[in-house]
């Protein structure tokens, strides 16, 4: 526990200690105005807690259980990946995170809210405006109007369709339908070029998947456990409260690095190497954990494991085409992931 004066948070970095903060969220809540997500798209399961939390999730949860989510997309993912595989192949390179990964998470999560019909590259753009509105709100900037023209022809886009989330209102419906659609496509995005890149950059582990491809959803684990797609969550103290050796101030800001957790020595060994035999790969906490724990968990696999083994046998000849590495404060991916095949 350490307050950053340049963050205005009390940073938790220890494993024990980020778990105690999101499994307790009488004190530790998302439930306040600064919440930065809230401010674009509105009030979701994301930014609430208690029983209003409870009413949010609800509707959104029986979908995407594991079995469910299996049963109704496994099929939509492989023929995606593989249609997008097809469409980059001929050119013998490509630029996979905007090229491969973000259409295949746009393409997917669409299906799963029931916007079948939806157009893939304007989905993404309204991605992008709500994103960088989002990013801009969490740096003290007001939301910008990009961030509101993108939610509301977002909020047209989904409102036919929110009808049927049972028990929330239509505009209670359409904010906790863009949330999904945001991390459906932002964490997924990220999940999935940052595998590929440690794969690419760590011969060795690339050369033990390829030769066991049941080691794929292992390595994958322990991307998310050494590079998390959301690095950082956010949570506010209800009261004053000890932890750590810190002295909480009720109201103060607590920010969670997943990232650090995600390396603390005390859960892994040796945390920085990339280890895809690594035996607690799972115990990471890139999904985060406790009432908040992410609904899309179950999907975000299935999408990573299916397109990367795609990605693998279809492309043998797989490699960089230039340095990339992760950026981002919160949201950490590469922002180009150039390859040559």
């Keep these: 526990m350490a307050w950053v004066p340049a963050l205005g948070a009390w940073l938790v970095t220890r494993r024990d200690l980020a778990l105690a903060v999101l499994r307790a969220d009488a004190t530790f809540t998302v439930d306040d105005p600064r919440f930065s997500t809230a401010r674009v798209v509105g009030p979701s399961m994301l930014s609430l807690d208690g029983d209003e939390h409870a009413r949010h999730r609800a509707p959104f949860a029986a979908p995407f259980r594991m079995a469910a989510v299996h049963a109704r997309l496994g099929a939509v993912v492989a023929e995606e990946a593989e249609r997008i595989a097809d469409a980059i192949a001929p050119a013998g390179r490509a630029e996979l995170r905007r090229e491969f990964a973000g259409p295949l998470a746009a393409a997917v999560v669409t299906r799963a809210l029931g916007l079948d019909g939806a157009d893939t590259a304007a989905v993404l753009r309204w991605y992008d405006a709500i994103v960088a509105a989002v990013t801009g709100v969490t740096a003290g900037r007001p939301v910008s109007a990009a961030g509101r023209e993108a939610f509301a022809e977002l909020r047209g886009a989904l409102l036919p369709v929110a009808a049927d989330a049972g028990g929330l209102d239509p505009d209670e419906a359409v904010s906790n339908a863009a949330v999904l659609l945001f991390g459906g496509i932002e964490t997924t995005e990220g999940m999935i070029a940052n595998a590929v890149l440690h794969l690419l950059t760590h011969p060795e582990a690339l050369a033990l998947v ?87 968990i179950h999907l975000a696999r299935l999408e990573a494991q299916t397109s990367i083994g795609v990605l693998l046998e279809r492309f043998p000849g797989l490699r960089l085409a230039g340095p990339a590495a992760p950026r981002g404060l919160v949201f950490r991916k590469p922002p180009e992931l150039r390859v040559v095949f």
């Design 210 to 296: 390829r030769a066991d491809p049941g080691l794929v959803a292992a390595a994958i684990e322990e991307s998310l456990r050494l590079e998390p797609a959301a690095a950082t969550v956010d949570r506010y103290a209800t009261r004053d409260v000890a932890l750590g050796g810190a002295a909480i101030g009720r109201g103060d800001l607590v920010t969670v690095s997943i990232a650090a957790a995600n390396r603390d020595p005390a859960t892994f060994p040796d945390p920085d190497r990339f280890d895809v035999r690594r035996e607690n790969a799972r115990q990471h906490l890139a999904f985060a954990a406790g009432p908040h724990v992410c609904l899309g």
